[in-house]
């Protein structure tokens, strides 16, 4: 409560204290501020740690992911790891900066019901923010590190570090947010190529294994959404459903088990359908494949040029629209994987290619 503005308020009632007292002061870790504090408001403070300044473990049972994002597709992987991995249980989302935390929960609003934790949220509104949070009345909660400190909020599913953390002491608190009491939970760390060392130092330091996995695909996002509307409607009572069975018996007569794949649909957000997702760039719109070239047949592809020119051959327009292109780092395999709008891509795929050469939609890739 020190660190998040209500130094003031602590103070003024410290002073209502008899001066001869016990104080202790209690914090889930003990970076170099609180030890400050403590000997700013303690008087020859005895500190117990329990956990040591070298020594940052996160709870057993909670996994581990790095996934790879740029700046611009963020928000709508953020959306989709919460759908997914989360399975419509409880969130924390963790950024750097209070407009970061109100920005991404504006964002998320559209399709995931979520409010903002900071520092500048007062005192009333953080404290209906939390018990709505912990009563199930949304189910993300975006917080910057200052205002998570000291929450106790049971059954986190789902950390998710939108922005890498300072350090690892601040890497294992927000994961520890999931995973208590000898549950399972995940922690899932957002980052850029550029940080990818930072990630690896960031295992080092702190002795854990991410799993480096790419973005879930929009087959992965639709079955989640699916799984989390029929657990909702497992959960109404018989007593409404009376009044809507005239109607379904009449869609059911007229459509089949179509009517409630619509309907799981609609409820599900998903009334038009969704686009693809490049997986190098992960901009909506975009598909990956894949072009492979039997040994035996001619030169394999060597450069970006290599693939433009094949492309050109086959399908010009493709070579004029494709994307971002990198070659196979596997000596066994001759191709490249690149990107192409989704229209472009469909017709690519109904081409005849020269023999020994194949070209396939992808799922995953690690770049």
Not at 333 to 356: H, W
Request: proline content about 5%; overall charge negative; hydrophobic content about 40%.
């Amino acid at each position: 409560m020190l660190a998040v503005g209500f130094e003031e308020d602590v103070e003024l009632i410290l002073e209502k204290l008899p001066s001869k007292r016990q104080s202790m002061l209690f914090s889930a870790t003990m970076p170099g501020w609180v030890k400050k504090l403590a000997r700013r408001y303690l008087n020859d403070p005895l500190t117990v740690d329990l956990v040591g300044d070298q020594d940052e473990k996160l709870a057993e049972g909670i996994k581990l992911y790095a996934i790879p994002t740029t700046s611009t597709s963020k928000r709508t992987i953020l959306s989709d790891l919460i759908t997914v991995y989360a399975k419509g249980g409880k969130t924390i989302v963790f950024t750097q900066t209070k407009r970061d935390a109100d920005e991404v929960s504006m964002a998320l609003t559209n399709s995931i019901a979520s409010e903002a934790l900071h520092g500048d949220i007062s005192q009333h509104q953080r404290e209906r923010t939390l018990n709505g949070f912990r009563q199930g009345k949304f189910t993300v909660l975006v917080a910057t590190d200052v205002a998570a400190r000291g929450l106790d909020i049971p059954n986190v599913d789902l950390i998710i570090h939108y922005e890498l953390p300072n350090d690892p002491e601040t890497f294992v608190h927000r994961s520890g947010r999931t995973g208590r009491a000898g549950k399972e939970g995940t922690a899932i760390l957002m980052f850029t190529t550029s940080q990818r060392r930072t990630v690896k130092s960031l295992e080092r330091d702190v002795g854990c294994r991410f799993e480096f996995t790419s973005p879930p695909q929009m087959q992965e996002v639709l079955e989640s959404s699916a799984e989390q509307v029929v657990a909702t409607l497992m959960g109404v009572q018989s007593e409404s459903i009376q009044y809507f069975l005239p109607a379904a018996q009449r869609l059911t007569d007229e459509l089949g088990t179509q009517a409630l794949a619509a309907a799981l649909a609609h409820l599900s957000g998903f009334s038009q359908p969704p686009s693809s997702h490049s997986l190098i760039s992960h901009e909506q719109g975009w598909v990956t494949l894949q072009l492979t070239r039997e040994s035996g047949y001619s030169r394999g592809f060597f450069s970006a040029r290599s693939v433009t020119g094949f492309l050109s051959d086959v399908f010009p327009a493709a070579a004029d629209e494709v994307g971002k292109i990198y070659i196979i780092a596997d000596e066994r395999v001759q191709g490249a994987v690149f990107d192409l709008p989704e229209e472009i891509a469909k017709e690519l795929l109904n081409k005849p290619l020269p023999p020994g050469n194949s070209i396939s939609k992808i799922t995953k890739v690690v770049l």
